[in-house]
């Protein structure tokens, strides 16, 4: 048995795809399926800031996609959206403050329900949590995480949407996160009472280490496939390492 590091890189099939917006733009970006060909379900992923570093490469989602596959049987989507840039590609398109990338997000759920890879979860990290939230809120989704929702575009109006949805939300909010922090998080999210608040102790903005990353990844798993979770920490199969970009 074999440790799973920070830049481990566990089996799957992986490729690049092309997602098409509505409004015509074409985003890159890569589907990790299990080796299998049967997933429980698919995540969509919405990556934090661009303008502030934030594309599909985003350390997160990467370990989404390294592991999931293999340790839950769990298809990951990554994409840059429109006007973001990574090793992967860049997005054609620009940057447009969570509202055309909106479009984005529904791009990807669109991919998902035509190539028939089962029930949907969107998971948003900080930016893409406050794309998720403007619009997704009526999509035929089976569920969705928010890690560290800053708030930053989304209104209150928006927000008391998702009290009707159907699915379940959940949102992590860290203690020491750098824009929302627990209590301020409870008073904003009253407005939409079924998302459910879990409050992180010691966690931060950016989830840095393996401990948080852990976190984080037990939490979508649980949700999803709560028969894989916790996670393996150790993987008896062969392994990649995969230098950090």
């Not at 399926?33 to 303008?51: E, F, K, R």
């Not at 969705?144 to 699915?167: G, H, M, N, Y």
């Not at 409870?186 to 459910?196: C, D, G, L, S, Y």
Request: net charge neutral; proline share 7%.
């Amino acid at each position: 048995m074999t440790e799973i590091v920070a830049n481990s890189v566990l089996p799957a099939k992986r490729e690049v795809i092309s997602l098409i917006t509505f409004d015509g733009e074409t985003l890159i970006g890569e589907l990790a399926t299990p080796l299998s060909g049967q997933s429980v379900a698919t995540i969509v992923t919405v990556h934090p800031l661009p303008t502030h570093g934030g594309n599909t490469d985003s350390h997160l989602y990467r370990k989404l996609s390294w592991r999931l596959p293999a340790l839950a049987g769990i298809s990951v989507l990554r994409f840059n959206t429109r006007g973001t840039c990574s090793k992967l590609g860049t997005s054609t398109g620009t940057f447009d403050s969570s509202e055309g990338e909106g479009k984005d997000l529904i791009a990807a759920i669109k991919f998902v329900k035509e190539k028939n890879l089962g029930k949907i979860y969107v998971v948003g990290w900080s930016f893409g949590t406050d794309v998720t939230l403007r619009h997704a809120f009526n999509q035929d989704l089976s569920g969705v995480v928010l890690i560290s929702p800053p708030l930053r575009f989304t209104t209150q109006e928006e927000l008391a949407r998702w009290k009707d949805v159907k699915f379940p939300v959940l949102a992590l909010i860290p203690e020491l996160d750098d824009y929302l922090r627990p209590a301020e998080a409870t008073e904003k999210f009253k407005v939409a009472p079924n998302i459910q608040l879990i409050p992180e102790l010691g966690a931060k903005h950016l989830w840095v280490g393996e401990k948080s990353v852990q976190i984080v990844l037990n939490h979508i798993v649980n949700l999803i496939s709560p028969i894989s979770a916790p996670l393996p920490t150790n993987w008896d199969g062969p392994m990649e390492k995969w230098n950090d970009i």
